[in-house]
């Protein structure tokens, strides 16, 4: 059995915004890299191999919390949010024209204009999930974390999700050759001693 451990990277402006970065490379803010440099990761999950995607905002998350340069993996970069990349997703959500609606009405073949479908984006992680032969930290996004995590709880993204991704836990998951368990409770980043 293999353990992945799935780590949100901190805050950056567009998050604070409420935009969506999907592809575009925005860098940590300060206030995230004070804050993530006061976290470390918690007993029994110090020797896992530590991956990335290979934007900024991931990769410097488990450089800061790791003390170690994370491994780039490609398949762990953000969904493409195509036309609606730097859009407000509450602007979206309140045009009835623009096709964007809440999580558990996406279904696994939601897509964005000019992007990628949730479904591209589980065939493409698919074959790196299944290479994985050593406990692995992959810090990622929230749109990777979450078609992980419904492959992980056999949720098709409709109804109420079984998950809510937060920052600074990490989601454990079990993988025993194709067949992947997610753990109940996620595991909180502790504070660093003074």
Not at 122 to 150: E, F, N, Y
Not at 155 to 171: E, I, M, N
Request: charged share 25%; hydrophobic share 40%; glycine share 8%.
């Amino acid at each position: 059995m293999t353990r992945l451990a799935l780590l949100r990277h901190g805050h950056t402006p567009w998050n604070r915004e409420g935009r969506i970065q999907g592809r575009t490379d925005i860098p940590l803010d300060d206030e995230a890299r004070a804050h993530l440099s006061g976290l470390h990761l918690p007993d029994g999950f110090d020797q896992f191999a530590v991956v990335s995607s290979p934007l900024l905002r991931a990769f410097d998350t488990g450089q800061i919390v790791t003390g170690r340069a994370p491994q780039t993996i490609d398949a762990l970069i953000e969904m493409n949010w195509g036309a609606w990349e730097g859009a407000h997703g509450v602007t979206l959500k309140a045009d009835p024209t623009s096709g964007y609606t809440d999580i558990e009405h996406w279904g696994w073949d939601f897509r964005p204009p000019d992007g990628e479908s949730l479904s591209d984006v589980r065939d493409r992680l698919q074959p790196w999930l299944t290479s994985l032969k050593h406990d692995t930290l992959a810090v990622c996004h929230i749109g990777i974390m979450r078609v992980i995590l419904a492959m992980a709880h056999g949720w098709s993204f409709t109804g109420t999700p079984p998950f809510a991704v937060k920052r600074d836990r990490l989601f454990v998951i079990d993988i025993e050759g194709a067949q992947m368990t997610a753990h109940d409770d996620p595991v909180r980043l502790p504070r660093r001693s003074a």
